[in-house]
């Protein structure tokens, strides 16, 4: 890839330039390492230079992220990647910045965190990595267990209803929601990169395999032999197709999802047409919830890519109208300025 930096100045940039020299401690065979390999092929396509690009992540297996890319990084702390993030792109707004999370970093202590930068809609992206378990922590629930769960914490199974992420994405205003599959790296790379060039904040989960703590919790997703019958592609403009054969469809009936099945090839009009930028994140949610407890198939692909301004540039607009107004501020008047009191 190509990137101009100035007038003068042309740089080459390729997958192989965005590889640190740090050696992937990721245990052999975890979906991680597709989700590495995607996002060091998408980087070079965004014309940025390294020194404008910052990952930033929490803790988790997936926090090890920032180690294994050739720009600036951040390992912070226990669910508090989205906090440093917005810090990052408030004080410098040039910067691309990515956050690197998992189920239990996003959804269980950075719980908060993760709604607000979403409703914000700070022109960030995040990656979520979701692998129904705490995998560093060695095998752990986690909020997107299914119920049921056997685990070290949960002996007799987990009582908790799980998280679905998507779903508590777009409940949290989220301008940008997609899934992707570890093990569907062509689908994965796409999003990404529909991720990379959304204007605010843009949420990506990706179903990634834990072989150790959680093996196969997605293999009837991503086996070829069972995946046509149990994964909806969402294109923007086309119907809600799916199986082998192309021969069901999904349509609205009430307010439910249900599957039809279709004859001869032809699609009847009461199959619903895909439609991302549906204001209203309700449709997406119900994309999102399919494939828990039905017969319908699990939904991967962009739910919803809507515009709506961003935090960061909100943020500097209103900073730029104050200062006209009042002038620049002075840092010590403000510290000796107003009401003060004596403690005794």
């Keep these: 890839m190509t990137t101009q930096i100035s007038d003068k100045t042309t740089i080459h940039l390729t997958k192989e330039d965005f590889a640190s020299d740090q050696d992937t401690r990721w245990c052999p065979g975890c979906g991680d390492y597709s989700i590495l390999a995607q996002v060091k092929k998408v980087l070079p396509e965004l014309g940025i230079p390294r020194e404008k690009i910052v990952f930033v992540s929490g803790i988790g297996c997936s926090s090890r992220f920032p180690y294994y890319v050739n720009t600036y990084g951040v390992h912070s702390i226990h669910g508090r990647a989205p906090a440093l993030a917005t810090g990052i792109k408030l004080a410098n707004p040039e910067l691309s910045v990515w956050i690197i999370t998992g189920d239990g970093d996003g959804f269980s202590i950075g719980g908060n965190h993760m709604i607000h930068i979403l409703r914000r809609n ?167 919830a399919m494939g828990k407890d039905s017969d319908l198939p699990t939904a991967v692909g962009v739910f919803r890519s809507v515009e709506r301004p961003t935090y960061d540039e909100e943020f500097h607009r209103q900073a730029d109208e104050v200062t006209q107004k009042k002038g620049k501020g002075d840092l010590k008047q403000l510290l000796i300025g107003g009401d003060t009191w004596k403690v005794d």
């Design 122 to 288: 700070i022109d960030v992206n995040i990656i979520l990595f979701n692998n129904q378990i705490y995998g560093l922590t060695k095998g752990q629930y986690s909020p997107t267990s299914p119920v049921g769960k056997i685990t070290k914490t949960s002996p007799y199974g987990s009582l908790d209803e799980p998280f679905n992420p998507i779903e508590v994405a777009l409940g949290a205003g989220a301008t940008f929601a997609a899934r992707a599959l570890d093990r569907d790296p062509k689908h994965l790379m796409a999003m990404l990169r529909r991720a990379a060039n959304h204007k605010g904040t843009s949420f990506v989960e990706v179903y990634q395999n834990c072989n150790i703590f959680n093996d196969g919790a997605f293999a009837h997703l991503t086996n070829p032999a069972t995946r046509p019958e149990n994964v909806l592609y969402l294109e923007d403009g086309k119907p809600l197709v799916y199986g082998k054969e192309k021969d069901k469809g999904i349509r609205l009936n009430g307010f439910t999802l249900e599957k039809t099945l279709l004859r001869n090839g032809e699609i009847p009009g009461d199959v619903l047409i895909h439609n991302e930028k549906e204001n209203s994140p309700a449709y997406a949610s119900l994309l999102a």
